[in-house]
């Protein structure tokens, strides 16, 4: 379950930077394309940000993850570029 983990933590982690670059770069200069493209990444991201804290929560006591180290793994999901950290530092 640590590699689907590993996986999920590094998949998520890829399409939060693809929704902030559909925002920043495609947003500004091609409304409708940032449109189309939204929901979709929108809701892969979604999908892959509930597996990646189900995952966490079902990893706390096999990795006996402490408190501090198990709120670092659940904050590391909310900052973009987290969960690459946490994927090389807990997996």
């Given at each position: 379950?640590?590699?689907?983990?590993?996986i999920?933590?590094?998949?998520?982690?890829?399409?939060?930077?693809?929704?902030?670059?559909?925002?920043?770069?495609?947003?500004?200069?091609?409304?409708?394309?940032?449109?189309?493209?939204?929901?979709?990444?929108?809701?892969?991201?979604?999908?892959?940000?509930?597996?990646?804290?189900?995952?966490?929560?079902?990893?706390?006591?096999?990795?006996?993850?402490?408190?501090?180290?198990?709120?670092?793994?659940?904050i590391?999901?909310?900052?973009?570029?987290?969960?690459?950290?946490?994927?090389?530092?807990?997996?």
């Amino acid at each position: 379950m640590l590699k689907i983990f590993k996986i999920t933590a590094i998949l998520e982690g890829i399409s939060y930077l693809v929704l902030f670059a559909n925002m920043l770069f495609i947003k500004p200069n091609n409304t409708e394309l940032y449109h189309t493209l939204l929901y979709p990444i929108g809701m892969t991201h979604g999908i892959l940000f509930i597996g990646y804290i189900i995952l966490a929560f079902l990893l706390k006591t096999p990795q006996k993850w402490g408190v501090r180290d198990f709120g670092i793994i659940l904050i590391a999901s909310l900052l973009p570029f987290g969960t690459f950290y946490v994927e090389k530092k807990y997996c």
